[in-house]
């Protein structure tokens, strides 16, 4: 009888398990299956964009040089700014597959089962040397997976959230990855996609034409959907970004303090301010909630914030930071009470420039803004190493003679305490050459300064 017992249970046993495999086998179908059809998905819609709509090529140095080896390159930057399409750029003619995270199907998609993915790849692409994930940092844990991954393959992967991504890569794959900070359209590449050709002499008539469509530029922004879709599309980036990329992920319990923060940041490009008095402003009780909340913006890409410099690591901490906006439509488009104060206008905009610069080729800079004590002002600095090696003011109108001296001013000031001698002041249209105080200072047109080839390698001795 106990014997019969012992078969009986044996017998249930081995149909549960069976079952529970089974069960199991038909969830891996199952997953591997809809995977599949969303990468076929996937892979119609971009092959759709890169046939129907207009594509140019991006002036980002060329990475694929990085995948000579089994490697990861990550490509950083705001939504929508094109990270996926450089990425199919990269690897045109190459054997890859390709998947974006940021899809609602794939919500429930866990790290347990990101093995799927790469035997989905496998049935609907064949053998694979690279692999392309978009927004792979929406997976929790998805790190692990990829160190594995580029044991045998060469990985690219996408992403909207500078320090979730680089700080989730550095822990597990030090010295194991490159990373690269994508703009959107910088005015060079405005023009290229426009079908206007940078002239090679500038006539009255190519300088005011150049002049017009910088005017453009400075309202429509760098954002190359929103040149089909309209302004209202500059909008849907922002809501995006601050909805998913920065309250959803940082999980932000206080909404309406960290929107508030972020429109007045996006309204105040160029201005200084301190979080003590941001922590008065949005009504927050902690200085420290406020410092992350900045944090956060500037990781989503929405702003980034420079210092201003000191020779003193601590004065330069406990100094007054500056805001810019990382592209003038979303300024245009988003700002409260949107000013029509050109000087900001153009310093927000010199400062994007500087920073795609530093990001593209000249990834030693560090970029400062400069005071002292009498108030004199110095709009962006360029450090490398340890010298500055440029020192740029802004200014839209120098016609007038006091402004035109205040800018000296500060200039000389800032060359003065900064040892450097290679002063620009940058205008909308004023162009010049004098000598004070036995510097040279040069005035450049901002449009001639954002196209000029001999410019984008940045500053030399």
């Given at each position: 009888m106990?014997?019969?017992?012992?078969?009986?249970?044996?017998?249930?046993?081995?149909?549960?398990?069976t079952?529970?495999?089974?069960?199991?086998?038909?969830?891996?179908?199952?997953?591997?299956?809809?995977?599949?059809?969303?990468?076929?998905?996937?892979?119609?819609?971009?092959?759709?964009?890169?046939e129907?709509?207009?594509?140019?090529?991006?002036?980002?140095?060329?990475?694929?040089?990085?995948?000579?080896?089994?490697?990861?390159?990550?490509?950083i930057?705001?939504?929508?700014?094109g990270?996926?399409?450089?990425?199919?750029?990269?690897?045109?003619?190459k054997?890859?597959?390709?998947?974006?995270?940021?899809?609602?199907?794939?919500?429930?998609?866990?790290?347990?089962?990101?093995?799927?993915?790469?035997?989905?790849?496998?049935?609907?692409?064949?053998?694979?040397?690279?692999?392309?994930?978009?927004?792979?940092?929406?997976?929790?844990?998805?790190?692990?997976?990829?160190?594995?991954?580029?044991?045998?393959?060469?990985?690219?992967?996408?992403?909207?959230?500078?320090?979730?991504?680089?700080?989730?890569?550095?822990?597990?794959?030090?010295?194991?990855?490159?990373?690269?900070?994508?703009?959107?359209?910088?005015?060079?590449?405005?023009?290229?996609?426009?079908?206007?050709?940078?002239?090679?002499?500038?006539?009255?008539?190519?300088?005011?034409?150049?002049?017009?469509?910088?005017?453009?530029?400075?309202?429509?922004?760098?954002?190359?959907?929103?040149?089909?879709?309209?302004?209202?599309?500059?909008?849907?980036?922002?809501?995006?970004?601050?909805?998913?990329?920065?309250?959803?992920?940082?999980?932000?319990?206080?909404?309406?303090?960290?929107?508030?923060?972020?429109?007045?940041?996006?309204?105040?490009?160029?201005?200084?301010?301190?979080?003590?008095?941001?922590?008065?402003?949005?009504?927050?009780?902690?200085?420290?909630?406020?410092?992350?909340?900045?944090?956060?913006l500037?990781?989503?890409?929405?702003?980034?914030?420079?210092?201003?410099?000191?020779?003193?690591?601590?004065?330069?901490?406990?100094?007054?930071?500056?805001?810019?906006?990382?592209?003038?439509?979303?300024?245009?488009?988003?700002?409260?009470?949107?000013?029509?104060?050109?000087?900001?206008?153009?310093?927000?905009?010199?400062?994007?420039?500087?920073?795609?610069?530093k990001?593209?080729?000249?990834?030693?800079?560090?970029?400062?803004?400069?005071?002292?004590?009498?108030?004199?002002?110095?709009?962006?600095?360029?450090?490398?190493d340890?010298?500055?090696?440029?020192?740029?003011?802004?200014?839209?109108?120098?016609?007038?003679?006091?402004?035109?001296?205040?800018?000296?001013?500060?200039?000389i000031?800032?060359?003065?305490?900064?040892?450097?001698?290679?002063?620009?002041?940058?205008?909308?249209?004023?162009?010049?050459?004098?000598?004070?105080?036995?510097?040279?200072?040069?005035?450049?047109?901002?449009?001639?300064?954002?196209?000029?080839?001999?410019?984008?390698?940045?500053?030399?001795?």
């Amino acid at each position: 009888m106990f014997d019969s017992m012992i078969s009986k249970f044996n017998r249930k046993f081995n149909s549960m398990i069976t079952r529970y495999i089974k069960k199991s086998d038909d969830m891996l179908s199952m997953n591997v299956a809809e995977l599949k059809k969303i990468i076929a998905d996937q892979k119609e819609e971009i092959q759709e964009i890169m046939e129907e709509e207009k594509i140019i090529e991006r002036e980002n140095p060329d990475l694929s040089h990085y995948l000579e080896h089994p490697n990861i390159v990550a490509i950083i930057g705001i939504r929508r700014c094109g990270k996926s399409i450089a990425s199919h750029m990269i690897l045109e003619g190459k054997r890859y597959a390709h998947l974006n995270f940021d899809d609602e199907r794939l919500i429930d998609l866990d790290k347990d089962q990101l093995n799927y993915v790469l035997e989905a790849f496998y049935e609907t692409e064949g053998d694979i040397e690279y692999i392309i994930f978009d927004e792979i940092q929406n997976i929790d844990g998805w790190e692990l997976f990829v160190n594995r991954l580029r044991r045998t393959k060469k990985v690219v992967i996408t992403g909207s959230n500078a320090n979730l991504l680089s700080s989730e890569l550095s822990t597990h794959l030090t010295g194991r990855y490159v990373d690269f900070h994508l703009y959107p359209f910088s005015f060079r590449e405005y023009l290229k996609y426009r079908g206007v050709e940078v002239p090679k002499s500038y006539s009255t008539k190519e300088v005011s034409m150049l002049k017009r469509e910088l005017e453009n530029y400075m309202k429509k922004g760098g954002f190359p959907e929103s040149y089909r879709f309209g302004k209202h599309y500059l909008m849907r980036i922002y809501e995006d970004v601050i909805m998913k990329d920065a309250l959803s992920r940082y999980s932000i319990r206080d909404k309406k303090s960290f929107r508030e923060l972020a429109k007045f940041l996006v309204s105040n490009y160029s201005n200084e301010f301190s979080y003590s008095k941001l922590k008065g402003m949005i009504d927050v009780k902690n200085v420290h909630t406020v410092k992350d909340y900045v944090d956060y913006l500037e990781s989503v890409q929405i702003v980034f914030i420079l210092e201003r410099f000191s020779f003193s690591l601590k004065k330069q901490i406990i100094a007054p930071k500056k805001s810019y906006c990382i592209d003038p439509g979303i300024v245009d488009s988003v700002a409260f009470a949107f000013s029509e104060d050109r000087g900001r206008l153009l310093e927000n905009l010199v400062a994007i420039e500087l920073q795609r610069r530093k990001a593209y080729w000249n990834q030693g800079w560090e970029i400062y803004y400069w005071k002292d004590e009498k108030q004199n002002e110095v709009d962006f600095i360029v450090k490398e190493d340890e010298h500055v090696k440029k020192v740029i003011q802004v200014s839209y109108e120098i016609g007038d003679t006091k402004t035109k001296e205040r800018e000296i001013k500060g200039l000389i000031r800032g060359s003065d305490a900064l040892r450097c001698d290679d002063l620009t002041i940058l205008t909308w249209d004023h162009e010049e050459i004098l000598e004070r105080e036995g510097k040279k200072i040069e005035f450049v047109p901002v449009w001639r300064w954002l196209i000029e080839v001999d410019e984008l390698q940045g500053c030399s001795d």
